[in-house]
């Protein structure tokens, strides 16, 4: 079984930084790409950034500039560096695992997510 264990969410002023970690846990062989995702009161949930297994990063356009997506693939980790933060970022952040290798085959994981507020 594998799990993803986030940290690093709370309230922050305008203009602060935060940093979210995200740990997968389980017997895993590999993983393709880490990612996070956000999920405001009342929207959809949104895509963030992702990051290959090979290091290939893509970011939501809102984010680009502010965010920095990083994975330490040994420690099957995905960490999201989020700075210069805005109101319009408050939101519950989600980790995302995409196809997981592990004994009993090749599948997805989401993470319990981790609130985010950004307010004075």
Do not use: H
Not at 56 to 70: E, H, L, P, Q
């Amino acid at each position: 079984q594998v799990q993803l264990v986030e940290s690093g969410g709370g309230l922050v002023q305008p203009g602060g930084s935060l940093r979210l970690s995200c740990a997968a846990s389980g017997t895993i062989f590999s993983i393709n790409a880490m990612g996070w995702y956000r999920q405001a009161p009342g929207k959809q949930r949104e895509l963030v950034a992702t990051i290959t297994s090979g290091g290939s990063r893509n970011y939501a356009d809102s984010v680009k500039g502010r965010f920095t997506i990083s994975r330490d693939n040994a420690k099957n980790t995905v960490y999201l560096q989020m700075n210069s933060l805005k109101p319009e970022d408050t939101a519950v952040y989600y980790c995302n695992a995409d196809r997981v290798y592990t004994i009993v085959g090749t599948s997805d994981y989401w993470g319990q997510g981790t609130r985010v507020t950004v307010s004075s």
